[in-house]
T-cell receptor, first 114, second 114 residues
C-alpha cells in the first residue's frame, strides 16, 4: 500500500512569486485535504477536495487554490507569495467524505519565502 | 464551532514515568477526537481516535486516551515513557457538521529524560 507522497520536500521562493505543491493520495483514498503548519503551531485547514470538487475551505485568501485530478492526486497553488506563507504544507488523504475518517498525512513540503 | 486547547506546550518526563498530555475540546455537536504524533521533519501519524464508541480508546505504542464529556477532555496517557516517545503531539477535533475539517491544537512537545 503506497502512502501519501508530496513534492517537492523543500523549496525557497521570493515574495510575489507563485508556487505549486503536489500530492499523491494513499491508494484507495478519494479525498485530499491541505493543511498549513507554521513553525511551532498546529496544522490549519486550507481546503479539501472530494471527487475533483472543493469540499470545504478554511480561512485562507483566494490566492490559495487547488485542484484534484481523476486519479485523486492534488495540487496546491499559492499566488503572490508573502513572507507569512513560509510554513510546512501538509497533504492528507482519507477514504471517505465523512469526518469520522482519520487523515493520513504525507511528510510535507517546507516552503520558505524570502 | 469546534476548537481544541492543549495545556502545556512542553512536557518533560523521566524514562519509565507516566506520560500525561492534556487536551480539552469545544464542540457544538458530538465530536470526533484524534491524537496525532509528529516526529522531526515528518508528517503526522495517527495514535488513536474516538468516534463515539468506547470512551477509553487504546492506540499504538502503548498510548490510550479517555473521552470525558462532562469535562470536555480527551487526555493522552502512557504508563511508562520510552525515549522513542519524544516527539510533538497534536490533539484534533472534527464533527459531523464540519465535513472533513480537522481543528488541531497547538501541540505539546514531549521530552523524555534518560
Amino acid at each position: 500500500e503506497t502512502g501519501v507522497t508530496q513534492s517537492p520536500t523543500h523549496l525557497i521562493k521570493t515574495r510575489g512569486q507563485q508556487v505549486t505543491l503536489r500530492c499523491s493520495s494513499q491508494s484507495g483514498h478519494n479525498t485530499v485535504s491541505w493543511y498549513q503548519q507554521a513553525l511551532g503551531q498546529g496544522p490549519q485547514f486550507i481546503f479539501q477536495y472530494y471527487r475533483e470538487e472543493e469540499n470545504g475551505r478554511g480561512n485562507f485568501p483566494p490566492r490559495f487554490s487547488g485542484l484534484q485530478f481523476p486519479n485523486y492526486s492534488s495540487e496546491l497553488n499559492v499566488n503572490a507569495l508573502e513572507l507569512d506563507d513560509s510554513a510546512l504544507y501538509l497533504c492528507a488523504s482519507s477514504a471517505t467524505g465523512v469526518s469520522t475518517g482519520e487523515l493520513f498525512f504525507g511528510e510535507g513540503s517546507r516552503l520558505t519565502v524570502l | 464551532a469546534q476548537s481544541v486547547t492543549q495545556l502545556g506546550s512542553h512536557v518533560s518526563v523521566s524514562e519509565g514515568a507516566l506520560v500525561l498530555l492534556r487536551c480539552n475540546y469545544s464542540s457544538s455537536v458530538p465530536p470526533y477526537l484524534f491524537w496525532y504524533v509528529q516526529y522531526p521533519n515528518q508528517g503526522l501519524q495517527l495514535l488513536l481516535k474516538y468516534t463515539s464508541a468506547a470512551t477509553l480508546v487504546k492506540g499504538i505504542n502503548g498510548f490510550e486516551a479517555e473521552f470525558k464529556k462532562s469535562e470536555t477532555s480527551f487526555h493522552l496517557t502512557k504508563p511508562s515513557a520510552h525515549m522513542s516517545d519524544a516527539a510533538e503531539y497534536f490533539c484534533a477535533v472534527s464533527a459531523s457538521n464540519t465535513g472533513n475539517q480537522f481543528y488541531f491544537g497547538t501541540g505539546t512537545s514531549l521530552t523524555v529524560i534518560p
